[in-house]
Structure formats: C-alpha cells, structure tokens
T-cell receptor, first 114, second 113 residues
C-alpha cells in the first residue's frame, strides 16, 4: 500500500481481555517496528522485525506482550490479560532494509483498557 | 534513563520568524538523528535527518544542526508558517544495532499569526 496501515484505529477493551493489533507495512519494506506512546511521552520501542524474525524484542514490557510477522509483511501485536496501564497509542513503523534510513509510521491504534 | 531529551515542552513563534527546537542526547553510540512532526490523531511524519559525520543538513525551510561534542542537535524552521504547528520529536539511532529509534518527549510548536 501507499503507507503504513494500522487497524483498528481505536480499541476499547475490558481489563483482563486479549487484544490483537494489526500493522500492514509499506510494500517491500523488510524492517518493521512496534512502538508505544503514552500521553505526554515520545514513542517507546517495543519490538523490531527484520523479515519474519524478531531481531530485537528488548522493549516488550513483559510476557503478556507478543508480536508475530509470519510472512514478513503484516504484523500482529498481541496483548494478553490486558491491564489499565496498557492504555496507550500503539504505533507501527516500517523501513526499507537496514541502515540509517527513515522509518515511516502508521496512524496508530489507540488502545483503552477499562 | 532518558537518553534523548527535549527540555522545552512547548514553543510559540510568530509567523515568518525562526523556530528553533532543541534536543540533547547522552548515548555516544547514537550516530544518526531524525526529526519527526506529529499532528493530533496521526502518526509521526519524517521531517529531516542527519548522520553523525555531518554537522548540518538542510531541506528547504528546515535545517538540522548537530554538535557531537556537546551531544546536542537543533532544528531550525525559517520562515515559520501556521501549518508548522505540531508536536516535534527528536529521535536517535545506532546504525550498529540497525534497529530501534529512541525518541524525546516532544516539543509542541505553535506558530501564531
């Protein structure tokens, strides 16, 4: 597609439920990132995929968070047993290969846990 | 620890004047730096970048300056326009890890008429 697409744009869920957030990167971009942005903060790194594999998952806050990218394109961020503190905007970005090139962001998914 | 810092949460500038947004970093491994602009309910949009081998990069009205010895960079917007009103994020990366960007907390720029 023309840009990074994230669905849904908004998600409200009850505490304890499971959620999946989807990211469709720019076609041909091999690198894909997930970030989380809380109110008044900058985006914080969660996980990075190069192709199908998670090359760096050091930003995932705990084992309730998991992400996959089975075919090297679309990625899904999965959050189990959601907590109110998980409420944030989840941003996905893709980049063309390695090196110091810019990453292009999607519009984000606003997750609210009530 | 905040490795990338934007100490001014907000800035107001008159249309036509220069806007200067500042950013400091602590990690010596960072070797490329980017500025992103963000409007409400949208994702960050790439604006301009600079590699650590340079001290200046210019793109139209936007210029980024890098002072490696001071671990400081700045974004200059000249002349400022009302459409520049947004939140600006400074971000830094380490080519060696080829992965994550570390972002500052952002500066909200308002360009007034």
């Amino acid at each position: 597609g023309a840009g990074v697409s994230q669905t849904p744009s908004n998600k409200v869920t009850e505490k304890g439920k499971y959620v999946e957030l989807r990211c469709d990167p720019i076609s041909g971009h091999t690198a894909l990132y997930w970030y989380r942005q809380s109110l008044g903060q900058g985006p914080e790194f969660l996980i990075y995929f190069q192709g199908t594999g998670a090359a760096d998952d050091s930003g995932l806050p705990n084992d309730r968070f998991f992400a996959v990218r089975p075919e090297g394109s679309v990625s899904t961020l999965k959050i189990q047993r959601t907590e109110r503190g998980d409420s944030a905007v989840y941003l996905c970005a893709s980049r063309k290969g390695r090196g110091n090139t810019e990453a292009f962001f999607g519009q984000g998914t606003r997750l609210t846990v009530v | 620890d905040q490795q990338v810092k934007q100490n001014s949460p907000s800035l107001s500038v008159q249309e036509g004047r220069i806007s200067i947004l500042n950013c400091d970093y602590t990690n010596s491994m960072f070797d490329y730096f980017l500025w992103y602009k963000k409007y409400p309910a949208e994702g960050p949009t790439f604006l301009i970048s600079i590699s650590s081998i340079k001290d200046k990069n210019e793109d139209g009205r936007f210029t980024v300056f890098l002072n490696k010895s001071a671990k400081h960079l700045s974004l200059h917007i000249v002349p400022s326009q009302p459409g520049d009103s947004a939140v600006y994020f400074c971000a830094a990366g380490d080519t060696g890890t080829a992965s994550k960007l570390t972002f500052g907390t952002g500066t909200r720029l308002q360009v007034t008429l």
